[in-house]
């Protein structure tokens, strides 16, 4: 699991995987505990909670995970928005708080 910030969306004007249909594809990049890139490269993530951009989440990056949390044993998944973030506190200090983001 991983923290990330949503930067944008993915729009496919055709459906070409029955387990994607009507679900929504989010532009994730994944960050350190303390708000930085952990890399240039951000990935397409499956959005399971309704987040949009803006928002820093929880990320699954596992694929059998993503297949049990869509209820799609054969499913071509492996990485699912699955949570919001309020705050991140790391050694005692709060470094993320979605309140103060705002």
């Known amino acids: ?5 949503v930067i944008g ?7 070409q995987v029955p387990a ?3 679900r929504v594809l989010l532009v994730v990049r994944p ?15 499956i ?3 309704g987040a949009g951009v803006g928002d820093r989440v929880l990320v699954i990056d596992e694929g059998n995970s993503g297949r049990q949390i869509l ?5 071509p998944v492996k990485t699912l928005v699955v949570g919001f973030v ?4 790391v050694g005692g200090r709060l470094v993320y708080d979605h309140a103060e983001a705002l």
Request: no cysteine; net charge negative.
């Open 31 to 45: 960050l350190t505990p303390g708000g930085d890139p952990v890399s240039a490269k951000p990935r397409v993530a």
């Open 86 to 89: 309020d705050n991140v506190e």
């Open 71 to 75: 209820g799609a044993p054969d499913a």
């Open 47 to 49: 959005d399971t909670i």
């Open 1 to 5: 699991m991983m923290l990330a910030d």
């Open 20 to 22: 994607l249909e009507g």
């Open 9 to 15: 969306t993915v729009v496919s004007p055709s459906e």
